[in-house]
């Protein structure tokens, strides 16, 4: 019962926000008509108001304000914490502080024309808000905050559909441009009409006494003021009791029960990723329950479904719809950083210069396949993940990333110091990739059908290095014929099924020696001759072997120190 509840409420939120935005949408077009004449206006307003002031439109729009409303603050009143993304802030804000703006524009325009039958129309209503700048900023942020507010609705309700990427920029383009047009339309009509009559002709025989109109505008905004303010002492006053929720770090929180983990976790500023706000749409926000599973309340036919889409175990809920009812530990199951390509190298250090560099190209193998078959802010997780695998173990072997493209990767080693250096060191970024890639998997067991499985290309040799690009898409890169040498050798790994081809060019400058495997000579487009090639299955047999040789060179060194 209570889960059919929950799915009404969010139903009926929805359906009333749409009934609401097509009323924003036929009533700023119906504005966006003064850039034709008043006629024109006029015209739409009379078609304008056969829909939405006929009994069906009264019911349908009266009707979507009061329930949005009601539920906006049912929803304030039941969220344990006020603390949330910015842009979540933002669309509650905006919808509290609508009613407040639109009290004025109502109350003459519809509430007027329902107590004495006088339908004002543009040329009455247009010269009184244009003659005051207090009343034109004030009717324009009412129509802009309307707009946004319901734009933030859309998005929140559509940013997770498959269609939605495809369609994102057509949608903003039209979210721009209907303010803007019916804004113009408000200003061209205005200025034609002139400024306002006097006061004393704006109320005509039969209207309503303005007095009378004050005292219902009044009260409307004390009603409103005093549901906001009752929904908020509502909130500080918690009648249910607390339980203790334990995080791995040994952090426990006590919260009163109907909070849930991810509320938990916000209200107590503890990172906890959420990609979707916490609307159950994604699962970025699962934990593991490792004590008090026993008892809490089943999952939701929405979360239950997503957990069957990532192939959860038993032990895993979304934390955005676990309330628990009782004492529990959690570990969420992902992290709440992102992975960011900090600066590594001054512009001054190595731009618009030819350097004999080591490059890395690398790549996820069936990409698109997986994409097909995890959530789409699942597979933006994972992608930042895998980036953040590749990144730290270039960093850490002292390389630069270059660039990501699509799931590949290019890295570049040898910006400063010598290529026998820079070629050792991109071997040791391979092997500490493959490790990186091996606990990766382990950490995703659940959620991938196989394996992630990685390719690589590395080759060695001069490139130019300098800021390509304009403006800010401009950065600092490598060009030449060693990019695209490397970049045709990770398709070479493909084809071979290895985790790594290498140029001989690489083994020999980082001083290793493999004469026991096999070498093969492969065309590159586009360049002449054929390159030494040697494939490597498992990267991190690299790592071995370049460790075993550069304790060799410490021996030979210290040998020689020893003899001095």
């Known amino acids: 019962m209570k889960r059919d509840r929950s799915k009404l409420r969010k139903r009926l939120h929805i359906w009333t926000g749409v009934c609401l935005g097509l009323f924003l949408l036929t009533h700023f077009l119906n504005h966006a008509l003064g850039l034709i004449s008043i006629d024109a206006m006029e015209r739409g307003r009379d078609l304008f108001n056969q829909i939405w002031r006929s009994l069906p439109g009264t019911i349908a729009l009266y009707g979507s304000l009061a329930v949005h409303f009601v539920l906006a603050l049912d929803g304030l009143r039941r969220r344990q914490t006020l603390r949330m993304p910015m842009r979540e802030a933002l669309k509650i804000g905006l919808g509290l502080a ?148 334990r995080y791995p770090d040994g952090k426990v929180l006590s919260v009163a029960r109907g909070f849930s983990v991810l509320e938990a976790s916000r209200s107590a500023g503890i990172p906890h990723l959420s990609v979707c706000g916490g609307r159950g749409r994604c699962s970025t926000c699962r934990v593991r329950v490792t004590e008090g599973l026993e008892g809490l309340p089943p999952p939701s036919e929405g979360e239950r479904q997503t957990l069957i889409r990532i192939r959860a175990g038993e032990n895993v809920r979304l934390g955005c719809q676990l309330r628990p009812n009782h004492d529990v530990a959690i570990a969420p199951v992902l992290g709440a950083d992102n992975v960011g390509v900090r600066p590594q190298i001054g512009e001054d250090v190595a731009a618009g210069r030819e350097r004999r560099i080591a490059v890395l190209f690398c790549d996820l193998r069936d990409f698109t396949l997986l994409t097909q078959q995890q959530l789409p802010f699942d597979t933006v997780f994972l992608l930042n993940r895998y980036f953040e695998t590749i990144g730290e173990a270039v960093e850490g072997a002292g390389g630069v990333i270059d660039k990501f493209i699509g799931d590949g990767v290019l890295a570049i080693f040898g910006l400063t110091g010598r290529i026998e250096d820079a070629c050792a060191n991109a071997l040791e970024a391979t092997a500490r990739i493959a490790r990186g890639m091996e606990t990766l998997n382990r950490n995703f067991t659940s959620e991938l059908d196989k394996p992630l499985r990685i390719a690589m290309g590395m080759h060695a040799g001069p490139a130019i290095i300098g800021h390509i690009g304009y403006g800010r898409a401009s950065s600092l890169t490598a060009v030449g014929d060693t990019i695209n040498a490397a970049s045709r050798l990770e398709g070479f790994a493909k084809e071979y099924d290895a985790q790594l081809a290498v140029s001989a060019d690489v083994i020999r400058y980082a001083g290793l020696t493999l004469d026991d495997r096999e070498s093969y000579d492969i065309a590159i487009r586009g360049r002449k001759g054929t390159l030494e090639t040697l494939i490597v299955e498992n990267a991190e047999e690299i790592g071995t072997l370049l460790a075993a040789a550069r304790a060799r060179k410490a021996a030979v060194a210290q040998a020689a120190r020893t003899g001095a």
């Open 98 to 245: 609508l009613p407040f703006l639109l009290i004025s524009h109502v109350t003459v325009t519809r509430i007027d024309w329902m107590l004495s039958g006088y339908s004002a129309d543009y040329r009455d209503v247009l010269p009184r808000i244009w003659s005051r700048t207090s009343n034109t900023v004030w009717q324009s942020a009412a129509l802009i905050i309307a707009w946004a507010h319901g734009c933030l609705g859309f998005w929140f309700w559509m940013r997770g559909r498959d269609w939605y990427p495809r369609m994102a920029l057509t949608l903003y383009t039209l979210a721009l441009l209907v303010p803007v047009l019916s804004l113009l339309g408000f200003m061209v009509a205005a200025r034609t009409l002139g400024p306002a009559m006097p006061s004393n002709a704006w109320f005509m025989s039969g209207r309503t006494d303005p007095a009378r109109l004050a005292e219902i505008r009044q009260a409307i905004f004390y009603t409103l003021a005093a549901c906001i303010g009752f929904t908020l002492l509502w909130r500080s006053f918690p009648i249910r009791g607390k339980v203790r929720i």
